[in-house]
């Protein structure tokens, strides 16, 4: 979910470091964006699909095809063989319809498999693991387990770029929903240090988003999202601590400064945030009315 949008001027000192406009076209050595035509409160600029190849392979990967739109996934193909590639699998970060819901189609249009966590959303035998590299026409992508905004949420890290493609636990402009029930916040926030790892261990500076503008700088967006988290929970704390006991009444007092289209979304996130505080005894406990 954003929370609010930003101009180009000045962003190398927002969190993350983010670029400018979003567009179509190149943004490492190895990853090329194709934007959706998809833009809303939610999407932001659209979905950002990636085309991801070794510079001088004939192979490539595309990473979330985007919602179902003929027009989008044609382009798509165009951009790879414009560049001389041919797209060789397809990949899945979650099954949310604006990154997954063309994807069958996709696979119609360019003969490819899709691979996911989730079984439901595969085409084909094979899945996707924990710590799994994928390897195609010299190409390595590391799988890494991010759940929290759904369940089956993965990023991708492209050790050759040091950057992470992060689907929607990082955005490139505000911050992210916990999809609660789906969502849950502990496994948000152990998938945030999991990113944060891979910032101080191996080297990732630069984050390929689902939505928004590439950050360049990767772990300043982590360390953002990780304190942003704690400021909204000792906030949705102190709300109940006060009487609010409705997670409607939560967002009502909590985000009051988010807009109001968003709310809904919000509301996930009061719900996964009084769950989480709920298990860890920090409010009383028993069903949210």
């Known amino acids: 979910m954003s929370s609010g949008t930003s101009s180009d001027t000045g962003n190398a000192a927002l ?19 194709v934007l959706a035509p998809n833009p809303s409160a939610m999407t932001l600029d659209g979905t950002n699909t990636w085309l991801v190849s070794e510079p001088d392979s004939e192979l490539a990967v595309v990473i979330d095809p985007g ?4 027009v989008h996934l044609r382009e798509v193909i165009a951009t790879a ?11 899945l970060t979650h099954g949310h319809p604006d990154h997954a819901g063309g994807a069958v189609r996709f696979a119609e249009l360019t003969g490819t498999k899709v691979r996911a966590l989730d079984p439901a959303l595969r085409l084909g035998d094979e899945g996707l693991a924990a710590g799994q590299a994928v390897r195609v026409g010299g190409l390595e992508l590391r799988v ?5 905004h ?3 949420s993965l990023c991708f890290h492209i050790p050759a770029d040091r950057a992470v493609l992060t689907g929607d636990t990082i955005l490139g402009r505000g911050t992210t929903v916990v999809a609660h029930p789906d969502g849950r916040l502990g496994d948000y926030l152990d998938s945030l240090r999991r990113l944060r790892s891979l910032t101080v261990d191996d080297g990732v500076h630069t984050v390929l988003p689902g939505h928004g ?5 990767a772990q300043g967006a982590v360390e953002f999202y990780l304190a942003h988290r704690a400021h909204r929970l000792a906030q949705v704390e102190t709300a109940v601590e006060n009487g609010l006991t409705t997670p409607a009444e939560v967002v009502g007092h909590v985000y009051a400064e988010v807009d109001r289209a968003l709310w809904p979304a919000a509301e996930w996130s009061v719900r996964a945030q ?10 009383p406990g028993g069903p949210e009315s």
Request: net charge negative; aromatic share 2%.
């Open 150 to 152: 759904t369940a089956d």
């Open 213 to 217: 503008p590439v950050l360049d700088d």
């Open 144 to 148: 890494v387990p991010t759940p929290g």
């Open 67 to 70: 919602p179902l739109d003929d």
């Open 15 to 33: 969190p993350g470091r983010p670029r400018g406009a979003v567009v179509s076209g190149p943004a490492t050595a190895r990853a090329v964006n």
């Open 274 to 283: 009084l769950e989480y505080l709920r298990e860890h005894g920090l409010i």
């Open 81 to 91: 063989e414009k560049a001389g590639k041919r797209i060789a699998l397809t990949l």
